[in-house]
């Protein structure tokens, strides 16, 4: 059992790192979450994003996010459009963080915040290559600055939740995905990873397996992995964890 549940952790580790750089490179271009890997390509976004995931270029600002706007059954991203100019510079970042040539990609990024300073998406961006190069303090002030500009960005609260949760600050980060979820519960990877929050770094076994299932019913049960972990989950709740 113990060497079941071992394996299981590493799987989901793994799952996690794979997800957030595939995301990275599939992502730039779209605002819609059905385009997102993620935090499931991510696994935690990660999984799937492991990641978090698109260009997201809404001009409306958010002050707080102590109250998560109230879920009206439309998708807020939805309808964000961003011009040629920007998809083509997104395009560029995606290319040249691929090639780990971050340095170019932010500097690309500054100069279309400065021309567009009601982007969401450009800090979002900076956000995701800080974060994959473990900047972890650079990450979290680039994608709070995102949210500033769009509180909504349930793609950028999911990634504020993975890294919050690399901080070590697991409460936050469980609050966070909470506030993803409620703003745009469709989104799959908001579930998945507050189900992998919840079952290897808090130990809640009982909430991880209800974000699993919500996950898995999301994705219309399409991914054998997590179908596993639930599996495991199960088990373990039945024996007393």
Known sequence: ???????????????????????????????????????????????????????????????????????????????IQINAEIKKVYKEVANLSRAKKYTQAINLLNNLQSKYPQLSGSDYQKARIYFEQ????????????????????????????????EQGRFDEAREIYLIAIEIYPPYPNSHLNLGILADIYMRDLSLALIQYREYLSLLGNNDETVANWVLELERRIKNGG
């Open 1 to 79: 059992m113990f060497h079941s549940e071992f394996s299981r952790q590493i799987l989901i580790i793994g799952v996690l790192l794979l997800g957030l750089s595939l995301s990275s490179c599939s992502t730039m271009d779209s605002g819609s979450s059905k385009t997102q890997p993620s935090e499931s390509n991510q696994t935690e976004d990660l999984k799937n994003n492991g990641a978090d995931s698109s260009s997201q270029t809404d001009s409306q600002a958010g002050d707080s996010l102590n109250v998560a706007p109230v879920f009206t059954g439309v998708d807020p991203m939805a309808d």
């Open 134 to 165: 473990n900047k972890l303090d650079d990450a979290l002030k680039a994608v709070e600055s995102s949210l500033k500009n769009n509180q909504r960005n349930y793609y950028a609260l999911n990634l504020k939740g993975i890294i919050l949760r």
